[in-house]
């Protein structure tokens, strides 16, 4: 029984998650898996362009591109971008999400 919300980090470094870090991967997408089976609402944590993107391209290598655009407008899935820098990371991952062929809505934007 899934209930309440949780906060999930979902880099992958040495020190969480190092078998995923020495993998190449940028992010920890089974962390983010199970906390989707055990919580009403999952805060995705990333802090920078490169986390945000590889959750998106691995959502899409598994034809699960329209599941991630409905947790999110759902949302049961809220990304939560925490870095202090200036910089725009969701700007680029947008695009990756509208170049999956998403339609409907709000023409494939989130």
Do not use: Q
């Not at 329209?66 to 700007?91: F, K, Q, T, W």
């Amino acid at each position: 029984m899934r209930s309440g919300a949780t906060f999930v980090p979902v880099e992958a470094w040495h020190y969480n998650s190092p078998e995923v870090k020495h993998g190449g991967h940028w992010t920890d997408v089974g962390l983010l898996a199970e906390a989707l089976l055990y919580y009403d609402k999952v805060y995705l944590g990333f802090k920078n362009e490169e986390e945000l993107a590889e959750i998106i391209d691995r959502f899409k290598a598994s034809g699960a591109a329209d599941d991630l655009v409905d947790l999110i407008r759902d949302r049961v899935l809220v990304p939560y971008y925490y870095a202090c820098n200036a910089s725009r990371p969701e700007a680029r991952a947008v695009e990756r999400l509208e170049s999956s062929g998403r339609r409907g809505g709000a023409g494939g934007r989130l």
